[in-house]
């Protein structure tokens, strides 16, 4: 396995895609609307946010590849 295949693959889609962009959504909003405090809680969303929503735009999750597992149609 190259590199490039490592982090450019396609391997998320369906169900998974929708609902990595539906949490990463909620989350940006959450902080946007600055409906948590300050504190861990305020990080947390924020990083729920960003993997969420890159993922779902890459269509592609490094964790995925790496056990060798897709929810993409071949």
């Known amino acids: ?11 998320v889609g369906g169900l998974d895609l929708l609902l990595r962009a539906l949490f990463g ?11 948590v ?5 305020r ?5 729920i946010a960003f993997a969420g929503l ?3 735009i890459m269509r ?6 790496l056990i060798s597992f897709s929810t993409a149609k071949k």
């Open 43 to 47: 990080w947390v969303l924020a990083l």
């Open 54 to 56: 890159y993922t779902s």
């Open 60 to 65: 592609h999750c490094t964790l995925y590849n």
């Open 37 to 41: 405090g300050s504190g861990i809680w």
């Open 25 to 35: 959504s909620i989350a940006i909003t959450v902080l946007a609307l600055d409906l």
């Open 1 to 11: 396995m190259d590199m490039k295949e490592l982090f450019l693959q396609e391997n």
